[in-house]
């Protein structure tokens, strides 16, 4: 439960850093930046992979053939 409590923390940081109410370094701000977008980028990836799987088991293919992503 304190794990939580550290992560919620650590969390509320990060956005008073990326809100400008924390003066910090400005790499880190930059480096804050670029993580979220990274993560962003790894979410949409993970949500278009489930929407090619999803296609694949409504059509049939994933049983016959498994998984096959187009990558």
Same mark, same amino acid.
């Given at each position: 439960?304190?794990? =939580? $409590?550290? +992560?919620?923390? #650590?969390?509320?940081? #990060? $956005?008073?850093? =990326?809100?400008?109410?924390?003066?910090?370094? /400005? #790499? @880190? %701000?930059?480096? =804050? %930046?670029?993580?979220?977008?990274?993560? @962003?980028?790894?979410? @949409?990836?993970? $949500?278009?992979?489930?929407? $090619? +799987?999803?296609?694949?088991?409504?059509?049939?293919?994933?049983?016959?053939?498994?998984?096959? =992503? /187009?990558?």
């Amino acid at each position: 439960m304190m794990a =939580l $409590v550290w +992560l919620i923390d #650590i969390l509320v940081i #990060i $956005v008073k850093i =990326l809100g400008g109410q924390m003066s910090v370094d /400005p #790499i @880190l %701000r930059f480096g =804050l %930046r670029l993580a979220l977008l990274c993560v @962003l980028a790894a979410g @949409l990836a993970v $949500v278009g992979a489930g929407f $090619v +799987l999803l296609q694949q088991y409504l059509t049939g293919d994933l049983a016959t053939t498994g998984p096959e =992503l /187009p990558w």
